[in-house]
């Protein structure tokens, strides 16, 4: 199946840093990725959409200043944590949809092996 | 709007069991997809299934199979003769055939913890 990279895999940063996380998809391209969040012992929540070449799409309640997107190329969005705070600890885990499968089949998207943050 | 429900939180069995993972979904949409994931300790998800809302057939993977009733909005999953390697959070899903950028979009249930023991 389809690759998507995300790195780091983990990573610790002092509180009021910013961190950057990064997802790749190696072997196919992909016009939107997805960022989750999941805390501890807990479900897998939507963040936002990466869209290719424009603005991202922000679920309600994701603080868009805090959590920056961006999507410059067609292999690659950026998860920027800003002025990380200890509450931002988590799971972030991307996905990333194949643009060059047709609709019937374009029904999954590929997940990245996920970032530990945490903030201290 | 999208639901999944997962009412195990967690279940626990002895190697050998067959277990059942429960799995309810809520959509005003007539086309749609479900998933079901394996979460180990490590945190990567590992795809397990993917089914259509027109495709009510049940399937078995070796020791997994799927039980699709879109009468009771249900998408259970099996595994039979479990074993420890099986511990893991397991996460049922929904994509909805939204069009545009929604494709790839899951909404994920609570997630099921299940523990096997020796």
């Known amino acids: 199946g389809a690759v998507v990279s995300q790195h780091p895999s983990w990573v610790i940063c002092k509180s009021g840093t910013s961190v950057k996380i990064e997802c790749r998809s190696l072997?196919?391209?992909?016009?939107?990725m997805f960022w989750y969040r999941q805390f501890p012992k807990q479900s897998l929540m939507l963040m936002a959409t990466?869209?290719?070449?424009?603005?991202?799409?922000?679920e309600q309640g994701v603080e868009k200043d805090k959590f920056l997107i961006n999507h410059a190329s067609l292999t690659l969005s950026t998860l920027t944590v800003t002025s990380a705070h200890p509450e931002d600890s988590s799971f972030y885990i991307c996905?990333?949809?194949?643009?060059?499968?047709?609709?019937?089949?374009?029904?999954?998207?590929?997940f990245g092996q996920g970032t530990r943050l945490t903030v201290v | 709007a999208q639901k999944v429900t997962q009412a195990q939180t967690e279940i626990s069995v002895v190697e050998k069991e067959d277990v059942t993972l429960d799995c309810v979904y809520e959509t005003r949409d007539t086309t749609y997809y479900l998933f079901w994931y394996k979460q180990p300790p490590s945190g990567e998800l590992v795809f397990l299934i993917r089914r259509n809302s027109f495709d009510e057939q049940n399937e078995i993977s070796g020791r997994y199979s799927w039980n699709f009733q879109k009468s009771t909005s249900s998408f259970n999953f099996t595994i039979t003769a479990s074993q420890v390697v099986d511990s893991a959070v397991y996460f049922c899903?929904?994509?909805?055939?939204?069009?545009?950028?929604?494709?790839?979009?899951?909404?994920f249930g609570q997630g099921t913890i299940l523990t096997v023991h020796p």
């Open positions: 072997d196919f391209q992909a016009t939107t």
């Open positions: 899903a929904l994509s909805e055939d939204a069009g545009g950028t929604s494709y790839g979009k899951l909404t």
């Open positions: 990466s869209n290719e070449g424009s603005k991202a799409t922000y």
């Open positions: 996905s990333a949809r194949d643009s060059s499968r047709g609709r019937t089949m374009n029904t999954e998207a590929f």
